[in-house]
Nanobody
Framework: QVQLVESGGGSVQAGGSLRLSCSASGRTFSSYAMGWFRQAPGKEREFVAAISASGGSTSYADSVKGRFTISRDGAKNTVYLQTNNLKPDDTAVYYC??????????????????WGQGTQVTVSS
């Protein structure tokens, strides 16, 4: 069992930055691929970024490529999402997810095993 707790959300103006954190419980964090997803009001959940269990492989949605960076710290059992040059369209609840595999599952999200409760990001113009 893995428990995920997100933090770091908040309200910023367009062009600002936030660093989201996802802290994972358990001693097998290094065995899990991790992903970030987001869901805006009235919209479906969408993939944002993912990272392999070792951290050596990352992938991003086209909408955030070049602005967001996913990383992980095994010593802290934490995965991060650095968000730069935020836009109003980035406003959403951001969720982290864990998958019991080396490489992240597909971007649909249904193959992830554990999910956090989410953290709100609001970007004003």
């Amino acid at each position: 069992q893995v428990q995920l707790v997100e933090s770091g959300g908040g309200s910023v103006q367009a062009g600002g930055s936030l660093r989201l954190s996802c802290s994972a419980s358990g001693r097998t964090f290094s065995s899990y691929a991790m992903g970030w997803f987001r869901q805006a009001p009235g919209k479906e959940r969408e993939f944002v970024a993912a990272i392999s269990a070792s951290g050596g492989s990352t992938s991003y949605a086209d909408s955030v490529k070049g602005r967001f960076t996913i990383s992980r710290d095994g010593a802290k059992n934490t995965v991060y999402l650095q968000t730069n040059n935020l836009k109003p369209d980035d406003t959403a609840v951001y969720y982290c997810a864990a998958a019991r595999r080396y490489f992240p599952p597909g971007p649909m999200g249904d193959e992830y095993d554990y999910w956090g409760q989410g953290t709100q990001v609001t970007v004003s113009s």
